[in-house]
């Protein structure tokens, strides 16, 4: 049947690729005064597909305070991926509350107010990584159509407000090309800042959320309507 036989052919595909070593590769993408911000791309690049490859971006986690895209307890997530027929792109973001003075911030509103700016710091400059990949489509023969972000805690937020902010059309969305959207977003651990419940102006796409209680906790879940 043709069910069996694609299931036979993945197979086989998947122990072709069990020993092929994932390629990285490291690019610029953006300067902005003293930070020179970077991705790295993994991919199996010995494999030659038959289609355009999905992407998947991911932003690391630190408290917008630290963090590294390349690690280590992130790599056999991006290789997963990668030996699954994804091009893995592992993006810098600046994280501007390493640079909080804390004689500066006398009242939580301060801090909300430091809070966001790290925010839209990182959303803009996951649009930027997000605007390389495109430009890069044809050379990396990938599918602009299917490329999915992905964090971990202040990158899971950051992904997050990155799709409400585009389905909000905030400024910072004007990076991106007209009528782009994320083909998902996968969150460990994010949230959508806001001082108010979220509202969308256009339905996101599909999003997966894990959260656990451990380390950020929470009272509710607001599920995304528009």
Known sequence: S??????????????????VEVQKENFVFSI?????????KYELTSMSPASKKPVMIFA?????????????????????LARNGFVVVSTDYR???????PSKVSSPMDFIAALQHAIDT???????ATGFVINQSSDWNIDVEQIVASGSSAGAITVLQAEYDLCNGHELAKRLPAGFNYAGVISYAGAVS???PPHWEKMPCP?????????VSYTHLTLPTK
């Open 2 to 19: 043709t069910l069996s036989s694609s299931s036979a052919a993945s197979d086989v595909y998947k122990r072709q690729v069990a020993n």
């Open 32 to 40: 902005k005064g003293t930070d020179t911000l970077s991705l790295d």
């Open 60 to 80: 690391f986690g630190g408290g917008f305070k630290g963090g590294d895209k390349a690690d280590k307890g992130y790599v056999p997530y991006f290789e997963f």
């Open 95 to 101: 994280t501007t509350l390493k640079n909080l003075d």
């Open 122 to 128: 990182a959303v803009e400059d996951f649009y930027d």
């Open 194 to 196: 806001g001082v108010l």
């Open 207 to 215: 999003i997966m959320l894990f959260h656990g209680d451990a380390a």
